[in-house]
């Protein structure tokens, strides 16, 4: 429990607000990871441009930097 409190402190956030932005994190992952192994099996299905490697790589700079930025609030 102590662990979990520092995290939480150091990444100045409530134990709801880091659940809610890593479960965010984990499902758009985990559903965009399903669509990448449907177009492995059926490549004739296409990746919406949304999802596609670019836009998740852009998403992942986006998350990285609101945690910086929520990092330096403290």
């Not at 409530?14 to 758009?28: E, P, Q, R, V």
């Not at 990746?47 to 992942?60: E, Q, R, Y």
């Not at 986006?62 to 910086?68: E, G, L, P, V």
Request: proline content about 3%; hydrophobic content about 45%.
């Amino acid at each position: 429990l102590i662990i979990i409190m520092q995290h939480l402190k150091e990444n100045n956030e409530t134990y709801l607000g880091h659940m809610m932005f890593a479960g965010k994190i984990g499902f758009s992952l985990l559903f965009r990871g399903i669509v990448f192994l449907l177009h492995a099996v059926f490549p004739i299905c296409s990746i919406p441009k949304n999802l596609n490697l670019a836009a998740t790589s852009d998403k992942l700079d986006a998350w990285d930097a609101y945690t910086r930025e929520r990092k330096d609030r403290r």
